[in-house]
């Protein structure tokens, strides 16, 4: 065997769910003892971090450049273990940490009047208590990450229990005229989400990667959670009902190790990079997404259309063969819709919107709206791109999914296939012959590779533009954003070809080892935000025409080993919050890049334009960090509805 060195929605979570069992404030104080730094200007101990991540970077291939059958099995064995993460996301800097700490504002206490179980949580930002200024919201944020003990027992304590490698916290709340920026567990859940409910529930263990649709302001409340034996389930927050009380879940082929997950903008499709450790090769698996029992389109299972990410319903409809590539790493899509078309729906010539879960699709004349030419015909997907890429063989793969979604388009809102329509939900199961069809009965479906493109270096993280300019940017190991055209491909999808996908620019990103790109959740169109493991910073990169520049760069001491990192939503309260999962540093940490505006709260602390900003003028500051009974390496986190 080689081995080498590789170089929001609605109340945000305010109903009753979840708010059963008892609190406890020490204990919540026990967990979060020791991780939030006192503020101060002076920089840290001149120190080397003896980073927790002892395993070796084993190569896939063998000296010629073969692929070695025995080195990626014992690597795909180990992919929710620190050899996986080593694989995807390289070494941890051994640097000196020399950065100063960014401020940090006291906590005050906050006895949750909602819950009535007497936990107790804190804010940092505006104030005084005010009952009267209380338009609520939260974001609640899945993290996976190798557990200390991964034997444990399922708990829901405060302080025990994380041997699933799955938590669930809140990233942030405004509540009753303040603003907490610390990430903890939460009051509507009584502090219970060290091992989230779902993952016990199904007693899986050892998460892989996670995966979040993004195209819907607000919603997309669960996270897909891929674990390592390639069981892929659903988690979420206390109102996301699906994650829990009909939480879904299915089971790749035999010997399938999933390594990324990537959700369709409007939560119609995942799709999930695989190892295939029988037959030593790479693959994409397809699944189909639908709620089921909730109230988006009336509480219809309809599968591969737009929703609010509380899925109800999974089916693996197949796997895209990837014949250039054995062992994926990373995966982003992105159909080019914008989310307002998905998020307001046009009927009957009124001058209002309406959400999805005021319509009724089995109603002809409502369906006729979804139809060719008609109010709604922009809400639905027309066509769509993927983009995988393998970080050991220095390759990225664009596929093609116009063939998924014209097909679905075409069943379910063709003007004259009534009859299509009805057959498909009617006939919702998991055999190959029901509705959602698996690839192997209607072969037309399948997406297929476009091309795949070669780089001199490895490519680290990868993400699609959601929408507007037409973009795919991969980062490399060497420290470059290189920025794609995928043109219609994220559109219309007409009018292409493979050479419409071309390399247009790159941007420096002024160090090494990029290993996450996040959304900018301010502006989805024109700025990315980059994680830079290889010198423990996070840097915002801004674009304009073909190429791009830094903006904000955020170091801070308290920052050891950040790996993945999650912009959080906005609903009436705008946060510009950062969460970060520091993997050798054992915690989640928040970071605000802007000013908390409270636009719903009139007379509220943070009116607008101002607000409150950042303690002396600083572009940053710090929140707080959450301890974890392990080493987090990923973090997808979304407004609560």
Same mark, same amino acid.
């Given at each position: 065997?080689?081995?080498?060195?590789?170089?929001?929605?609605?109340?945000?979570?305010?109903?009753?769910?979840?708010?059963?069992?008892?609190?406890?404030?020490?204990?919540?104080?026990?967990?979060?003892?020791?991780?939030?730094?006192?503020?101060?200007?002076?920089?840290?101990?001149?120190?080397?971090?003896?980073?927790?991540?002892?395993?070796?970077?084993?190569?896939?291939?063998?000296?010629?450049?073969?692929?070695?059958?025995?080195?990626?099995?014992?690597?795909?064995?180990?992919?929710?273990?620190?050899?996986?993460?080593?694989?995807?996301?390289?070494?941890?800097?051994?640097?000196?940490?020399?950065?100063?700490?960014?401020?940090?504002?006291?906590?005050?206490?906050?006895?949750?009047?909602?819950?009535?179980?007497?936990?107790?949580?804190?804010?940092?930002?505006?104030?005084?208590?005010?009952?009267?200024?209380?338009?609520?919201?939260?974001?609640?944020?899945?993290?996976?990450?190798?557990?200390?003990?991964?034997?444990?027992?399922?708990?829901?304590?405060?302080?025990?229990?994380?041997? %699933?490698?799955?938590?669930?916290?809140?990233?942030?709340?405004?509540?009753?005229?303040?603003?907490?920026?610390?990430?903890?567990?939460?009051?509507?859940?009584?502090?219970?989400?060290?091992?989230?409910?779902?993952?016990?529930?199904?007693?899986?263990?050892?998460?892989?990667?996670?995966?979040?649709?993004?195209?819907?302001?607000?919603?997309?409340?669960?996270?897909?959670?891929?674990?390592?034996?390639?069981?892929i389930g659903t988690a979420g927050s206390n109102t996301s009902v699906n994650s829990t009380t009909q939480a879904a879940r299915v089971q790749l082929e035999n010997g399938s190790v999933p390594t990324a997950v990537a959700v369709t903008n409007g939560g119609e499709f995942a799709l999930v990079t695989v190892w295939d450790s029988v037959n030593v090769r790479g693959r994409l698996a397809v699944i189909a997404l639908s709620e089921t029992g909730h109230d988006t389109w009336t509480g219809v299972t309809i599968p591969g259309i737009p929703n609010q990410g509380a899925w109800g319903f999974m089916k693996v409809l197949g796997y895209v063969e990837l014949p250039d !590539?054995?062992?994926?790493?990373?995966?982003?899509?992105?159909?080019?819709?914008?989310?307002?078309?998905?998020?307001?729906?046009?009927?009957?010539?009124?001058?209002?919107?309406?959400?999805?879960?005021?319509?009724?699709?089995?109603?002809?004349?409502?369906?006729?709206? %979804?139809?060719?030419?008609?109010?709604?015909?922009?809400?639905?997907?027309?066509?769509?791109?993927?983009?995988?890429?393998?970080?050991?063989?220095?390759?990225?793969? %664009?596929?093609?999914?116009?063939?998924?979604?014209?097909?679905?388009?075409?069943?379910?809102?063709?003007?004259?296939?009534?009859?299509?329509?009805?057959?498909?939900?009617?006939?919702?199961?998991?055999?190959?012959?029901?509705?959602?069809?698996?690839?192997?009965?209607?072969?037309?479906?399948?997406?297929?590779?476009?091309?795949?493109?070669?780089?001199?270096?490895?490519?680290?993280?990868?993400?699609?533009?959601?929408?507007?300019?037409?973009?795919?940017?991969?980062?490399?190991?060497?420290?470059?954003?290189?920025?794609?055209?995928?043109?219609?491909?994220?559109?219309?999808?007409?009018?292409?070809?493979?050479?419409?996908?071309?390399?247009?620019?790159?941007?420096?990103?002024?160090?090494?080892?990029?290993?996450?790109?996040?959304?900018?959740?301010?502006?989805?169109?024109?700025?990315?935000?980059?994680? !830079?493991?290889?010198?423990?910073?996070?840097?915002?990169?801004?674009?304009?025409?073909?190429?791009?520049?830094?903006?904000?760069?955020?170091?801070?001491?308290? !920052?050891?080993?950040?790996?993945?990192?999650?912009?959080?939503?906005?609903?009436?309260?705008?946060?510009?919050?950062?969460?970060?999962?520091?993997?050798?540093?054992?915690?989640?940490?928040?970071?605000?890049?802007?000013?908390?505006?409270?636009?719903?709260?009139?007379?509220?602390?943070?009116?607008?334009?101002?607000?409150?900003?950042?303690?002396?003028?600083?572009? %940053?500051?710090?929140?707080?960090?959450?301890?974890?009974?392990?080493?987090?390496?990923?973090?997808?986190?979304?407004?609560?509805?």
């Amino acid at each position: 065997m080689a081995v080498v060195a590789l170089v929001a929605c609605g109340g945000g979570g305010g109903g009753g769910g979840g708010e059963a069992g008892a609190g406890n404030g020490a204990a919540l104080d026990a967990v979060n003892a020791g991780t939030s730094g006192a503020a101060s200007s002076a920089p840290a101990p001149n120190v080397v971090v003896n980073a927790a991540n002892p395993a070796p970077l084993v190569s896939v291939f063998d000296g010629s450049g073969a692929v070695d059958a025995v080195a990626y099995k014992a690597v795909a064995a180990k992919m929710s273990q620190d050899e996986g993460v080593a694989h995807r996301y390289g070494a941890p800097s051994t640097s000196a940490i020399t950065t100063a700490r960014y401020p940090e504002p006291g906590s005050n206490p906050l006895l949750s009047p909602y819950s009535g179980s007497g936990f107790r949580t804190s804010w940092q930002v505006g104030g005084p208590i005010d009952v009267n200024v209380n338009d609520y919201s939260s974001n609640h944020a899945q993290i996976a990450f190798v557990s200390d003990n991964p034997a444990a027992p399922a708990s829901t304590s405060a302080t025990t229990g994380g041997g %699933f490698g799955i938590s669930t916290i809140e990233t942030l709340g405004m509540r009753e005229n303040t603003y907490t920026q610390s990430p903890g567990l939460s009051w509507t859940m009584a502090g219970a989400g060290l091992d989230d409910s779902s993952v016990r529930s199904a007693g899986v263990r050892s998460p892989v990667a996670l995966g979040r649709c993004y195209g819907r302001p607000g919603w997309c409340v669960n996270s897909l959670v891929a674990f390592q034996n390639g069981s892929i389930g659903t988690a979420g927050s206390n109102t996301s009902v699906n994650s829990t009380t009909q939480a879904a879940r299915v089971q790749l082929e035999n010997g399938s190790v999933p390594t990324a997950v990537a959700v369709t903008n409007g939560g119609e499709f995942a799709l999930v990079t695989v190892w295939d450790s029988v037959n030593v090769r790479g693959r994409l698996a397809v699944i189909a997404l639908s709620e089921t029992g909730h109230d988006t389109w009336t509480g219809v299972t309809i599968p591969g259309i737009p929703n609010q990410g509380a899925w109800g319903f999974m089916k693996v409809l197949g796997y895209v063969e990837l014949p250039d !590539m054995k062992a994926p790493t990373d995966v982003s899509v992105s159909t080019g819709v914008d989310p307002e078309s998905m998020h307001r729906i046009h009927l009957n010539g009124q001058s209002d919107f309406l959400e999805s879960t005021r319509v009724d699709l089995r109603n002809e004349s409502v369906r006729q709206t %979804f139809a060719e030419g008609g109010a709604n015909d922009d809400t639905y997907a027309r066509a769509g791109i993927a983009v995988v890429t393998s970080k050991s063989e220095r390759k990225v793969t %664009f596929v093609d999914l116009k063939p998924l979604f014209a097909y679905y388009r075409a069943t379910y809102f063709t003007a004259g296939n009534r009859a299509g329509f009805d057959n498909a939900i009617g006939n919702i199961g998991t055999a190959a012959n029901q509705w959602p069809y698996a690839f192997s009965h209607v072969s037309s479906q399948i997406p297929s590779v476009i091309k795949t493109v070669a780089l001199a270096s490895s490519p680290t993280a990868v993400k699609v533009s959601l929408f507007g300019p037409r973009r795919a940017w991969v980062a490399t190991q060497d420290g470059q954003l290189h920025i794609y055209n995928v043109g219609e491909y994220a559109g219309s999808g007409n009018g292409v070809s493979a050479s419409t996908i071309a390399e247009l620019g790159t941007v420096n990103l002024q160090g090494t080892n990029p290993t996450h790109i996040a959304y900018n959740k301010h502006d989805f169109t024109n700025s990315v935000i980059v994680v !830079m493991r290889g010198d423990r910073k996070i840097v915002w990169v801004n674009f304009a025409g073909n190429g791009g520049s830094i903006g904000k760069t955020l170091q801070d001491s308290r !920052m050891i080993d950040p790996v993945t990192a999650e912009d959080n939503d906005n609903h009436g309260t705008e946060s510009s919050l950062l969460t970060v999962a520091d993997y050798s540093g054992k915690k989640v940490s928040n970071y605000r890049w802007g000013p908390v505006i409270f636009h719903t709260n009139a007379g509220g602390a943070c009116p607008p334009p101002a607000g409150c900003g950042i303690s002396g003028n600083q572009p %940053f500051e710090f929140g707080g960090s959450f301890a974890l009974p392990g080493k987090p390496f990923h973090i997808t986190g979304a407004n609560v509805p």
